[in-house]
């Protein structure tokens, strides 16, 4: 996403002119201008990219002064404590039940981002082609897993009411085929 600020001195003179009026503008355009000055001087803006796709490479054509005129933070790969931390605050807010499987599960997450990232790194110079492993791919990995998780609790309990259901009737033909036996003898 990109956020820009635009600074329209004129405009904004031009409105304060309209709420006050023109004597008051020559002392009033002073202070606008401090206040501009001020602002760009002590503005700072963050801009977050993803440099996954085609268009970051683009946009840094278009913008060279993003590269220039910028301090760039590249985050690199998270510790194993963030990992953890991350994933065990995403499944107790998800509230996804798993009992003593939780530290298990936490740490399957925590081996998996691992593992691909070791992958990513041998893709890359085998292949020469970049897989990159980001934080958001982290937590896109644990909303899949909760939402498949989800999806499956639930087949799984459809699942067993069928079953419930099939042994019931069973149980019940099995009652009346005794009594037709019993009346037949």
Known sequence: FFFFFFFKQKTAYEMLRSL???EMCIRDRRRVHGYYNRVK?????ILAMSP??????NRLRQ???LVSCC?????TEWPAEALVG????????KDITLGDS???????????HQSVEIKSQKYLQIMRRHNYVTPTS??????????????KRKENEQKQQRLKKGIDVLNDAKVKIEILQDTLN
Do not use: C, Q
């Not at 996954?52 to 490479?57: I, K, N, P, V």
């Not at 301090?71 to 985050?75: A, K, L, N, P, Q």
């Not at 991350?86 to 807010?93: C, K, M, S, W």
């Not at 909303?143 to 999806?151: A, C, E, M, N, S």
């Open 20 to 22: 006050v009026g023109s």
């Open 41 to 45: 001087k002590n503005i700072h803006i």
């Open 52 to 57: 996954l796709s085609e268009e970051f490479r």
């Open 63 to 65: 913008f060279p002064s």
């Open 71 to 75: 301090t760039i933070d590249w985050f």
């Open 86 to 93: 991350v994933a065990r605050g995403n499944l107790v807010e």
């Open 102 to 112: 939780l530290d298990a599960v936490v740490e399957m997450f925590k081996y998996i």
């Open 138 to 151: 982290y937590l896109e990995f644990m909303t899949l897993y909760g939402d498949i998780l989800k999806k």
